[in-house]
């Protein structure tokens, strides 16, 4: 991997992470493409980058870490529960659903379910939320539930959750917020088992990949968290669906 390769996939790892749009499909796609072959070390470098997106949120969102906000993160770490414990039973059957095919197929079928939803289930009447303080208990339970489906290859973990919230009842806005916030136990639990498993791998990799992997990733993603709400206020995820269908269409025709 040179430093070029690990620019490029540092700004898609921040661009994508937190969009609606599976970060996992096109950092695969990308590396295809750039020749970086599919090792212990790449997925070392992986982790990395992850990371650095984990921390981007952490820096958007400073003012939400403390005990003030004990109430918000408790419905947080119960949304996480659903995905986490099908997630930790059921490992090694998901990886056996990975496919280019499968993340193609999932592409499609989010980027239609986009669009649906935008279509039939975003009315300004069943707006119940607009502040991602007050998501109730049964809301995030069903943000949770959402979520769990992101184990299908090519699905999106911010894709899964930001229907499940909208159809909650949360706003684009807090949909987006909720997902960010989720994405800090979501993320922060599978790169610590990352680390843990690939720890080896790191004494093999160029620290200077790394680092310059790490930096990029972070500096985009902090930058992207912010635009994606400004995004929301003026416009809706239909975009993302209409990209998530010919996105998905290109891999299988490719």
Request: glycine content about 8%.
């Amino acid at each position: 991997m040179s430093i070029f390769d690990a620019i490029m996939l540092g700004i898609i790892e921040g661009i994508t992470e937190f969009l609606p749009v599976s970060s996992t499909g096109h950092l695969i796609v990308a590396s295809h493409f750039l020749g970086v072959e599919q090792n212990s070390v790449s997925k070392a470098f992986e982790v990395i980058i992850q990371s650095a997106a984990i921390l981007a949120v952490f820096f958007n969102y400073r003012d939400k870490f403390s005990l003030k906000h004990i109430d918000l993160w408790a419905k947080v770490f119960i949304a996480f529960l659903p995905i986490g414990a099908v997630g930790f039973v059921f490992s090694h059957q998901i990886k056996e659903l990975f496919s280019v095919e499968i993340v193609a197929w999932m592409f499609i079928v989010g980027g239609v379910i986009f669009l649906i939803v935008e279509k039939f289930f975003i009315k300004e009447e069943r707006v119940l939320v607009d502040d991602v303080e007050k998501v109730s208990l049964k809301q995030s339970i069903i943000i949770g539930v959402a979520q769990v489906f992101a184990l299908i290859p090519g699905t999106s973990r911010a894709g899964s959750t930001i229907v499940g919230a909208l159809l909650a009842g949360l706003s684009r806005k807090a949909s987006a917020e909720f997902s960010f916030l989720l994405a800090f136990p979501v993320m922060g639990a599978v790169t610590a088992y990352d680390l843990l498993k690939h720890y080896e791998e790191f004494s093999s990799a160029n620290l200077v990949n790394l680092g310059v992997g790490f930096f990029v990733s972070f500096v985009v993603a902090f930058f992207v968290i912010k635009l994606f709400l400004v995004f929301l206020q003026r416009f809706t995820f239909v975009p993302f669906g209409i990209y998530r269908i010919l996105f998905g269409i290109l891999l299988l025709v490719l």
